[in-house]
């Protein structure tokens, strides 16, 4: 059995809000030297396989059809 | 004229949709998700607002994937009338047949109100009843409200006409309620057959309840 960790983030150059509210939760705590917060989503499959590079392109395939949302999010896979 | 009303686990605007296209005089029908086809008379087919699946993962992210989407994806393909409001919006531009992605709204509350809403085109049969440059007095309720699109698609919308109504205040000046990019509230398809818009004509239907400006839109599918 593997274990797929994905996780999901917004791309590079479109606003996190959540991110800026936590950053912003962390600044009004003394947090300093926070210099960028980005809040994703980790979504964790335990796949039937021992096949790795086939839990991965299985993994790929899942993330464009319905793990993420290309136009706005980026994805990346760990398996373990 | 036949206007088909989707309905997922988790829409809770279909009857308000039917009220509403009944009150105009057009006949209805409400289809549920697991239906692998859509009755052959149907002139407009509607995704109704709500909270389909629960908003799980991403709003309207699982609903793509109902059976119905298949025939939904095919009667646009052929040309077919399709609006889809609020979680209607969320769910075509999930299923590929609206540009952009809806995103959490940029204040992260959920906003529920009336605001006014410019057109911006109106050669289409959505918003022909109107002018450009009209303000019209329509609710939002959405918390996934903030319209992204890239800037190479941005300019495609632009360049066809597809930025239907932005978000504005009384005047037509920019008024941006959720971070939407250029304060965009509703976009079609380049073939101008597939419409989404976050705001809710289906509920300003009735001066007495605040407005009843979204007759001029929804009538505009009518005419057929």
Same mark, same amino acid.
Not at chain 2, 64 to 68: E, I, Y
Not at chain 2, 199 to 206: I, S, T
Not at chain 2, 210 to 213: A, E, I, P
């Given at each position: 059995m593997i274990k797929a960790i994905v996780n999901v983030s917004l791309k590079m150059? #479109?606003?996190?809000s959540q991110g800026k509210a936590v950053h912003h939760a962390l600044d009004s705590l003394n947090f300093?030297? #926070?210099?960028d917060v980005r809040v994703g989503k980790q979504i964790i499959l335990k796949l039937d396989t021992d096949d790795k590079s086939k839990a991965m392109s299985d993994v790929e395939k899942m993330c464009e059809d319905l793990?993420?949302?290309t136009v706005i999010e980026d994805y990346e896979i760990e398996l373990v | 004229m036949k206007v088909t009303i989707l309905q997922f =686990? !988790?829409?809770?605007c279909e009857y308000d949709t039917e009220h509403a296209f009944k009150a105009l005089g057009a006949d209805t029908e409400i289809v549920w998700h697991k239906a692998e086809s859509i009755p052959a008379d149907t002139n407009l087919l509607v995704v109704a607002g709500g909270f389909s699946y629960g908003d799980?993962?991403?709003?309207g992210a699982i609903a793509?994937?109902? =059976?119905?989407m298949k025939a939904v994806s095919t009667y646009a393909e052929n040309g077919g009338k399709v609006l889809g409001i609020c979680n209607g919006f969320q769910v075509l531009t999930e299923a590929g047949l609206l540009p952009g992605a809806l995103k959490r709204n940029d204040g992260l509350h959920f906003i529920s109100k009336h605001h006014t809403l410019k057109v911006?085109?109106?050669?289409?049969?959505?918003? &022909?009843?109107l002018n450009k440059g009209d303000v019209v007095n329509i609710p939002i309720a959405h918390h996934d409200g903030n319209y992204f699109i890239d800037e190479d698609g941005l300019k495609d919308l632009y360049a066809n006409n597809q930025v239907l109504l932005t978000y504005s205040d009384e005047n037509g000046d920019v008024k941006n309620p959720n971070g939407s990019v250029d304060s965009i509230a509703g976009v079609c398809n380049k073939n101008k057959n597939v419409f989404g818009l976050m705001?809710?004509? &289906?509920?300003?239907?009735?001066s007495i309840l !605040?407005?009843?400006?979204g007759i001029k839109m929804l009538e505009g599918f009518l005419k057929a």
């Open positions: 150059g #479109v606003l996190d300093s030297g #926070v210099n793990l993420a949302n | =686990p !988790g829409t809770n799980y993962l991403r709003s793509k994937f109902s =059976p119905v911006i085109n109106n050669d289409n049969i959505f918003l &022909e009843k705001p809710h004509p &289906e509920r300003a239907m009735e !605040g407005s009843d400006d």
